[in-house]
């Protein structure tokens, strides 16, 4: 996929409140004004050095976005991304070498996107949005292929709202959990430890709040969206907000927009990830022997590029949010089961758009494949606690609980082990979780004009540079959800685009419209020949034994 569009850009400078000035660019094509972009705006301090691995630090009250000298801050230039691993660009066949300077732990950014000209009176709607990658990998929309303008522009995608894309801390600078880490925190007297990356996104929240107005936009008509990894931390913040939050405030977001994921069960315990910590600090060649506080200086003392060079060689290579008892409670999902996020989501009179894509499987599985059962065991354990890993392992390889809901594999060739792997991650990643909590939304008495499901079956012609056998893998939605005219879609694909993207556009409005289904077993679906119709589930059934093997605590 490549990119057919060009814009001319003319400077526009922002006053943010009382933070100084910021100068970005106003985006036009074909003599109309697309967007306003504002890009590498901070919203907390820098987490490096000592402040790796703890939390983000707010904005001073006195801090100015302006240059010593009075000058209006440079955010014409997307600015770093997070330190990552160096996963395989799957399907990509333009895929270079990754330009290391790109990276760097002062990374905690908004990349802004506004509509052209004047807000309405109340503002703009706002949405803002957490990117996928596993929380291992990935950037707020510096991605070309995440570009949002088309999707902001009124001509365009005609979402007409303030586009926010935060940075948060992902991989082991922003998941690594371990008993040195929660002792330190607990001298420091907040006793926060692990989860970093999920707190980032909190302060991004409160920083919107704080500023979007600035912007055009309207604080208090906010969609919190995200895919992957995103979704998941779309679920995992308004988890956050309705059983921790000490002050909660009812009008903090109005809706979640979650692509393909959502929590499927406890993040693992203290005593569950010390043993990747340990792991850590042997591939980092650090003495086992030295104090909690020495080992975590000289993984502090390391550069970054070189500690998350060691991710790749660990057993245990995929950092995942943690029981923290800070930001989730120690009981997350027995709350989740009982019933307590659905009756908040119902008093809160919150909506959900949620759904997924049709073969998730594919790209899960092309990472770090399993080649037999311990390996399996050893991939499928990245995700979750050994207890849930075994009751998966047994359901899957066992039962086959999912034999009952598969479709066609885009991949006839497919090795067996891959394929379970893939069956395993994608279902209880996104499919069973979306659905189990779309059960507990419909027996909180939510209605069901408040949920939307969706799930999308179609490759556009853009899309055949990507192999065939991935079909409609996860995160193949991108382009439709962004509106990625860049592309080059045929005019009849244009159009399919434009008839898809509407729902989102009256969604983040609050535009209450006729979605379609009926009953909470249907959903929407863009089906492989390019129509929107209103389908039965036919996972809906399986997924809720494989969520209550999720559930079991």
Known sequence: MGNVLSYTTTPTILDVASHGQVEGVVLERDGEQRAKRFLNVPFVLPPTGQYRWRKPRPL?????????????RDCTRFGAICPQPQYTKLGNKDATVENPNKYDEDCLVLNIWTPPGNPPAEGWPVMLWFHGGWLQVGDPSND????????????????????????????????????ELAAEAQQDGDGAWGNYGLWDQRAALDWVHANVRS?????????LSGRSAGAYSVHAQAAHEFFMAPSPSPGIFRRLVMYSNAIPANPKTIEE?????????????????????????ALRAMPAGELVGKVMGLTAHTFRPVLDGHFFPLDLFQRFVRGDFAAEFKARDLELLIGEVRDEETIYRQTNPPVDLKTLRDEVGNYYSPRITDALLDAYLVRRVHAQGAHPDPDPTIDEWKKIYGDIVADGQVRA?????????????????????????????????????????HAYDKP????SVMHGPTPDEEKVMRAWIKDLADFVHGRRTDYGTREWDEQKVLTPAGEIVVQKDGKWEYLKEVADELCAV
């Not at 001073?60 to 209006?72: E, F, H, Q, R, V």
């Not at 939510?446 to 065939?468: C, E, G, I, N, Q």
Request: net charge negative; proline share 10%; aromatic share 10%.
């Open 60 to 72: 001073p009250a006195d801090y100015s976005y302006s240059t010593p000298d009075g000058k209006p």
């Open 144 to 179: 070309p292929n995440m570009d949002p303008t088309e999707l902001v522009s009124h001509s365009g995608g005609a979402l007409d709202c303030v586009f926010i894309a935060s940075a948060y801390r992902i991989s082991v600078f922003g998941f690594l959990g371990s008993q």
């Open 273 to 297: 990830v010390q043993p990747q910590f340990d792991e850590l600090v042997a591939a980092c060649a650090i003495s086992p022997s030295l104090s909690g506080p020495e080992k975590l200086a």
């Open 480 to 483: 439709l959800w962004n509106f």
């Open 215 to 223: 912007f055009g936009g309207n604080p208090l008509n906010l969609t």
């Open 433 to 473: 979780p979306s659905r189990l909590l779309v059960r507990q939304l419909a027996a909180a008495g939510v209605p069901l004009s408040s949920v939307h499901r969706y799930m999308m079956a179609w490759r556009p012609s853009f899309m055949d540079s990507t192999p065939k056998e991935l079909g409609v893998g």
